[in-house]
């Protein structure tokens, strides 16, 4: 029996793995340009949003998912700005060692899991709220962690090309 699954969860788990499978691309190539920093942090934050709109819904507080998304912010912007990456001199676009792109596709990752785990909770039974719960929050930790290191090496690529 269905409780509570509806068709948004299937455009979650589309956004989810759009997210994950750009940022497998994004691992796989030698350079990345500035707007493809982007994509998956978009499809992170739209799959997040969904996730709290339900849990909204459910008259979940709204700052704990601010909060959430703050730390994760906090964490994509400081991964960002640590890591390693050669600045080509010519088009804005940088390149990384594979071992520090393989974060974003574990956060990616981490999102789908995140939906999916949604998705179980909705058809399982109710008593799995605080799954549902756990499952919006950490999507909301992931978009902002995909957000911030997006920013931050977008921040770090516009100051190199200004010296």
């Given at each position: 029996m269905i409780f509570q699954l509806n068709i948004l969860h299937g455009l979650l788990a589309i956004g989810a793995?759009?997210?994950a499978y750009l940022a497998l691309r994004e691992v796989r190539r030698p350079y990345v340009s500035v707007?493809?920093?982007?994509?998956?942090?978009?499809?992170?934050?739209?799959?997040?949003?969904?996730?709290v709109l339900i849990q909204l819904a459910a008259?979940?507080?709204?700052?704990?998912?601010g909060a959430a998304l703050l730390v994760g912010l906090t964490a994509g912007a400081a991964r960002g700005f640590t890591m390693q990456v050669q600045i080509d001199a010519y088009r804005p676009r940088f390149q990384a060692r594979p071992a520090t792109k393989r974060v974003l596709l574990w956060v990616s990752l981490v999102l789908v899991l995140s939906v999916s785990l949604d998705a179980v909770g909705a058809v399982?039974?109710?008593?799995?709220?605080?799954?549902?719960?756990?499952a919006a929050m950490l999507a909301t930790l992931c978009?902002?962690?995909?957000?911030g290191r997006a920013t931050a090496v977008t921040a770090r690529?516009?100051?190199?090309h200004r010296d």
């Open positions: 793995i759009g997210c707007w493809r920093l982007f994509v998956p942090p978009f499809l992170g934050c739209a799959v997040a949003f969904g996730l008259n979940h507080p709204s700052w704990q998912f399982q039974s109710p008593a799995l709220a605080p799954v549902r719960f756990f978009a902002g962690t995909l957000v690529l516009r100051y190199a």
